[in-house]
């Protein structure tokens, strides 16, 4: 895999919908989002967050007080919903507001509601507001979409502490970008430099073993 060409790759596009496909086993799509938020700068505009029951119940949601040190403002608008519709609704609500630095919403599983013309829905308005929009899908499957950016996510073990090795050091991730409007897809380990609210690329994961997840849709795909 050509390392460089990724590192010289543009980043996402901020002003769209990306889609975010990772496991109920661990926390590694909420830490990526945050991840990404916090580099591209949200700390002087709340975010708005909005959860299925079953994702709330199964995940928890990101508390205020370690928002700051992603990078991003601690006065977090949460939402909780019981349907998929109506999480929807809520996330092209919030992308009208312009107090808002970015609209997440966590879905569980394959939702009906979830479909070609609701992504497209939100991926217009965040086009039109200039607003990010992210669309964490657990345990979901990658069906239609018409969003501009389509990650599947990983946990990794954390980078060594500098100084402290007992320690966990910066968060890191497997992430693979299969789907892109703007840029060709690639798979490489991402690092967030917590410190100085950074993300660095790296060379793909050699402990994919360590980051393997139960989803059939992706033991289908390790057995292919």
């Known amino acids: 895999m050509n390392i460089q060409a990724i590192r010289s790759a543009p980043p996402y596009r901020e002003a769209a919908l990306c889609e975010l496909f990772t496991s109920s086993r661990d926390a590694a799509g909420i830490g990526f989002v945050l991840a990404r938020l916090g580099a ?9 967050w909005a959860q299925d ?11 205020p007080r370690g928002l700051a040190g992603w990078g991003v403002a601690p006065d977090m608008i949460r939402v909780c919903v019981s349907r998929t519709a109506d999480l929807l609704w809520t996330m092209e609500e919030g992308l009208k507001c312009a107090d808002v630095s970015a609209v997440v919403g966590e879905v ?12 497209k829905r939100l991926m217009m308005r965040a086009e039109k507001s200039g607003i990010p929009a ?23 073990p954390s980078a060594p502490h500098p100084y402290d090795t007992r320690a966990p050091g910066d968060p890191r991730w497997s992430a693979e970008l299969f789907r892109a409007r703007w840029r060709k897809p690639g798979e490489w380990a991402e690092r967030y ?28 795909r390790a057995a292919g």
């Open 40 to 48: 591209a700068g949200t700390a002087n505009k709340p975010i708005l």
């Open 53 to 63: 029951r079953m994702t709330l119940l199964e995940l928890g949601s990101p508390s």
């Open 108 to 119: 569980w599983g394959d939702a009906p509601a979830l479909g070609f013309t609701a992504t």
């Open 134 to 156: 992210w669309l964490i899908r657990v345990n979901g499957s990658a069906d239609l979409s018409a969003a501009g950016e389509r990650w599947r996510v990983q946990a990794l």
């Open 193 to 220: 430099n917590v410190a100085a609210h950074r993300l660095h690329l790296d060379s793909a994961p050699a402990d994919r073993a360590l980051a393997a997840v139960s989803s059939p849709e992706w033991k289908r």
